[in-house]
């Protein structure tokens, strides 16, 4: 069999779980032939990591300013974009038109006009785009899919859906590049597109209208004063009182944290460890969100990133009866540890309640590793032999521009206050 030959644009922490796959468990059916990076340190960083750890020999590098020219040079099959969310539809638009197809990580995008972009240059060039929603490969989450395809509670009327990002990894997106929505379209965007597609994914349907409300209620310096804090600092490097911060978190005594951000600092120019009370943020920490579907289900939504523990409640109400599905998941700081702990589920439960008969529990596979051990089938999926998918859980780039489009109108909703219709957000 030939290889399939990847380059990768992109090597902060997202970046090493599929370099990773592809030195190792796959490296019969793919071979990583480039990296594209504006920060040479963590090039060489992730170079260091492919030879000693995995010995796979250094990738060439190239600057982001190089990134057609590591096309042409290294001649790659497939893209993978693991870059700040705003630049994925540069990276998914040269890379089709260069003719290569394309990988990118949740979300596409970031906003209409970016999703317009690929939707159109897909079409111009006949590229294949796939996105990376791990979430949809759990086997819990795939059970879900499952339970509704197989008419368990008849045709879903209503969704109530509940997600809480704790006080470890929650507040991390507010140290981080995410806490500007011009990077990453806020978390209604850059995270809850997993949950707008699982919502996509379990029903069969799309998103047709959109209202939401969403404000900054916990992060953000004027809401610390508020609260009576009275010592604040830039960043928790070097800072004598982010030592009694509970926020705080040092990059100095992660090795990975330290070389992807620390020392990658001089020629990236980005700061990995501001403080999460800074008065700079732009995103909301507080939102609710109700949707219409083109099936007619309705959902209710919220997001909180201030919590005590991390996970989601759903409940689904349909034409035969109920399910409620929650799951707790292990708290993490992202590229701080160990990959397998993002999403890792410490505990979950699944429950049936038909309209006349006696509540029962489902059980479901038990996921080991990231994402609820949705991660190490979507890479098999990926990289490995593909097998027939009864559940369709390969998500497209129609896939990806239905998750975030539910989130670009709720922040469109929240500026404006009004309704938002998103068959008048994009064109297909």
């Given amino acids: 069999m030939e290889k399939k030959r990847y380059a990768q644009v992109g090597t902060g922490s997202r970046a090493r779980m599929y370099y990773e796959a592809i030195c190792t468990t796959y490296k019969d059916t793919s071979e990583l032939v480039g990296f594209c990076d504006l920060s040479q340190t963590r090039m060489d960083f992730s170079n260091n990591l492919i030879q000693t750890e995995f010995g796979h020999a250094p990738v060439p590098t190239y600057h982001y300013t190089e990134f057609d020219r590591m096309i042409e040079e290294t001649k790659p099959d497939v893209v993978i974009v693991t870059s700040v969310d705003r630049t994925h539809h540069e990276y998914i638009c040269r890379a089709m038109r260069l003719g290569c197809d394309v990988i990118t990580e949740k979300p596409m995008t970031i906003d209409e006009q970016k999703a317009q972009e690929i939707i159109d240059t897909q079409k111009e060039t006949g590229k294949h785009l ?6 949809r490969y759990s086997p819990s989450n795939t059970k879900i899919r499952e339970l509704i395809m197989d008419d368990t509670i008849g045709e879903v009327f209503s969704v109530h859906f509940e997600w809480l990002l704790n006080t470890k990894h929650g507040a991390d997106y507010y140290r981080r590049w995410h806490r500007s929505k011009t990077n990453s379209g806020g978390l209604l965007v ?13 029903l069969g349907t799309q998103p047709e209208k959109v209202f939401a409300f969403g404000s900054r209620n916990f992060y953000g310096k004027e809401n610390a004063e508020r609260r009576g804090v009275k010592e604040f600092y830039y960043r928790c490097h070097g800072s004598e009182a982010a030592k009694n911060d509970p926020f705080a978190i040092d990059l100095e005594s992660n090795p990975t ?8 600092e001089a020629d990236s120019g980005y700061i990995r460890d501001r403080s999460v009370f800074g008065d700079d943020i732009t995103i909301e920490d507080t939102m609710n969100v109700v949707v219409k579907y083109k099936s007619g289900a309705q959902m209710s939504y919220s997001l909180n990133s201030y919590m005590p523990w991390e996970g989601f409640i759903v409940s689904f109400n349909g034409s035969k009866g109920r399910i409620e599905y929650k799951v707790c998941e292990k ?9 397998a702990d993002e999403g890792a589920q410490e505990g979950k439960s699944i429950m049936v309640f038909p309209m006349f008969g006696e509540p029962y529990r489902v059980e479901a596979e038990e996921g080991i590793g990231g994402h609820g051990g949705g991660d190490s089938v979507l890479l098999n999926d990926i990289f490995g032999v593909p097998e027939y998918d009864r559940f369709e859980r390969a998500a497209s780039h129609v896939d990806g521009a239905m998750s975030i489009l539910t989130g670009v109108a709720a922040n469109k909703s929240i500026a404006t206050g009004q309704m938002i219709e998103i068959k008048d957000l994009i064109q297909f």
């Fill in 190 to 202: 850059h995270k809850s597109t997993h949950h707008f597609d699982l919502v996509n994914f379990w």
């Fill in 257 to 264: 944290l330290k070389g992807l951000y620390l020392d990658a």
């Fill in 331 to 339: 708290a993490y700081i992202n590229g701080g540890g160990d990959k």
């Fill in 130 to 135: 796939r996105v990376t929603f791990n979430y």
